[in-house]
């Protein structure tokens, strides 16, 4: 049974910074092709960062630079460390498998 927790998300200004956190159990994240998405308001889900289990990164062009993946894998852990936040981040996150088989709850990230 894999499930997948996130957390970290909240309310922040333009330019601030946040990290999300999220946990997995039934799973191996050094093991799985691992991403982020973000659904806004727009209600579209879109791939947001990926981590490969063989450590190669992606990141879409609206968040690169900004935005960084990691994993701890002893914790089995991912991170999404988000820096210069802009409104156009306001989104639920959520931590998944590349393919969305598998994904967690959610966190609202909100920017103002």
């Known amino acids: 049974h894999v499930q997948l927790v996130e957390s970290g998300g909240g309310s922040v200004q333009a330019g601030g910074s946040l990290t999300l956190s999220c946990v997995g159990s039934?799973?191996?994240?050094?093991?799985?092709?691992m991403g982020w998405y973000r659904q806004g308001s727009g209600n579209d889900c879109k791939l947001v960062s990926a981590l490969a289990s063989y450590g190669t990164t992606y990141y879409a062009d609206s968040v690169k630079g900004r935005f960084t993946m990691s994993r701890d894998n002893a914790e089995n852990t991912l991170y999404l460390q988000m820096n210069s936040l802009k409104p156009e981040d306001t989104a639920v996150y959520y931590c998944a498998t590349v393919g969305l088989a598998y994904w967690g709850q959610g966190t609202q990230v909100t920017v103002s």
């Open positions: 039934g799973i191996s994240f050094d093991d799985a092709d």
